[in-house]
């Protein structure tokens, strides 16, 4: 790796951890209701981009950083960004059982911590 991907490595590493704010654990467990299965677009049916999301931020929160590969930064990426982009769309009002928490939820971001 050149340091150029040393810095492009890391930023995309600091950016997923101040985006994903719940552990391996809670996000699997939230992962499992159904709440989080309803949550999101499902292309056509099947599994939501959302829910496929979180199975795998859950492998890269278990992870050793030294194991990590382009293509985990690359999801990592965009992770963070999908956190961003929907964080700016909140809604008003109690946010509690909303599928917007929801859908952040499956990315791995519960906007009530």
Do not use: C
């Not at 719940?22 to 159904?34: S, V």
């Not at 599994?47 to 382009?70: F, M, P, Y």
């Amino acid at each position: 790796m050149t340091r150029a991907d040393d810095t492009a490595a890391q930023e995309a590493l600091d950016r997923f951890d101040k985006a994903v704010n719940m552990t391996a654990g809670e996000l699997e467990a939230w992962l499992r209701t159904d709440e989080s299965r309803a949550a999101g677009d499902k292309n056509g049916g099947g599994e939501s981009t959302g829910h496929a999301s979180g199975r795998r931020i859950v492998q890269l929160l278990r992870t050793r950083k030294s194991d990590l590969e382009e293509k985990d930064f690359a999801h990592m990426r965009k992770v963070s960004g999908y956190v961003k982009r929907h964080l700016a769309q909140r809604p008003d009002g109690d946010i509690t059982d909303t599928t917007w928490r929801h859908s952040l939820m499956n990315w791995g971001h519960d906007p009530k911590k």
